[in-house]
């Protein structure tokens, strides 16, 4: 029988809010995490932005077959600071030491299994920065999200169509990006829908409009399944 942990895990592969709700509980873990490893050629945000992208994965990725969740994604998360810290010290010319012992703590490549390749080439948590500092200029912050994310799958897709329109269309699509404003009436009226309802998802629209129209493929790829379908 699943326990409470591991039922979570297992939607969280198909409902991003569950997923958001996930990292937002085991916050305190991710920061005990970092903290515990302490590679100093990265600051603490950045350290903390990768940590939560590799819970995300861990999460999405998780088989029951790697055994309890946590310690995984304890030794990926680990893995991974100490990895973006050579990185980073290879970029910066420098030598000094990443970890104490390093060389007795990095487990074997199957720890590493739930990374794509893809993942590893584009720096998610590069993106995360850029996007949550233009989320912040509509009062939007990224734990917020698995809160303004509807319910309903009818809703969610709706508002991505309301994205995706506000994204290819160059009007709105600078109304949002240089005024920081969405275009309720002009979206409502495309779209065929109420402004009650555009503004009532507002704030989801203008993140998932955000990540469409911006340099976020790492970020795109974690978008709700709806935005590969139509509303029916």
């Given at each position: 029988m699943?326990?409470?942990?591991?039922?979570r895990?297992?939607?969280?592969?198909?409902d991003?809010?569950?997923?958001?709700k996930?990292?937002?509980?085991?916050?305190?873990?991710?920061?005990?995490?970092?903290t515990?490893?302490?590679?100093f050629?990265?600051?603490?945000?950045?350290?903390?932005?990768?940590?939560?992208?590799?819970?995300?994965t861990?999460a999405?990725?998780?088989?029951?077959?790697?055994?309890?969740?946590?310690?995984?994604?304890?030794?990926?998360?680990?893995n991974r600071l100490?990895?973006?810290?050579?990185?980073h010290?290879?970029?910066?010319?420098k030598?000094?030491?990443?970890?104490?012992?390093?060389?007795?703590?990095?487990?074997?490549?199957?720890?590493?299994?739930?990374?794509?390749?893809?993942?590893?080439?584009?720096?998610?948590?590069?993106?995360?920065?850029?996007?949550?500092?233009?989320?912040s200029?509509?009062?939007?912050?990224?734990?917020?999200?698995?809160?303004i994310?509807?319910?309903?799958?009818?809703?969610?897709?709706?508002?991505?169509?309301?994205?995706?329109?506000?994204?290819?269309?160059?009007?709105?699509?600078?109304?949002l990006?240089?005024?920081?404003?969405?275009?309720?009436?002009?979206?409502?009226?495309?779209?065929?829908?109420s402004?009650k309802?555009v503004?009532?998802?507002?704030?989801?629209?203008?993140?998932?409009a955000?990540?469409?129209?911006?340099?976020?493929?790492?970020?795109?790829?974690?978008l709700?399944?709806?935005?590969?379908?139509?509303?029916?």
């Amino acid at each position: 029988m699943m326990d409470e942990l591991t039922l979570r895990l297992a939607l969280a592969k198909t409902d991003n809010v569950e997923l958001g709700k996930l990292i937002t509980d085991y916050m305190p873990f991710i920061k005990s995490e970092v903290t515990k490893t302490p590679v100093f050629s990265l600051d603490y945000d950045d350290r903390l932005s990768v940590a939560m992208l590799v819970f995300m994965t861990c999460a999405r990725n998780y088989e029951e077959s790697r055994g309890a969740f946590l310690p995984f994604a304890a030794v990926c998360i680990r893995n991974r600071l100490i990895d973006e810290g050579k990185k980073h010290q290879r970029h910066q010319g420098k030598v000094i030491p990443l970890y104490p012992q390093e060389e007795h703590c990095i487990e074997n490549s199957a720890s590493m299994s739930a990374y794509s390749a893809e993942q590893e080439r584009v720096s998610l948590a590069e993106e995360i920065d850029r996007l949550s500092v233009q989320l912040s200029r509509f009062g939007v912050t990224l734990g917020s999200i698995a809160e303004i994310c509807p319910k309903q799958k009818r809703s969610r897709a709706l508002c991505v169509r309301l994205a995706r329109e506000t994204a290819k269309h160059e009007k709105l699509k600078s109304t949002l990006l240089n005024h920081q404003r969405l275009s309720v009436a002009e979206l409502a009226r495309r779209l065929a829908v109420s402004e009650k309802t555009v503004e009532k998802h507002r704030k989801y629209i203008v993140t998932i409009a955000l990540v469409l129209s911006g340099d976020y493929p790492g970020i795109q790829a974690f978008l709700p399944d709806t935005e590969r379908g139509e509303v029916t």
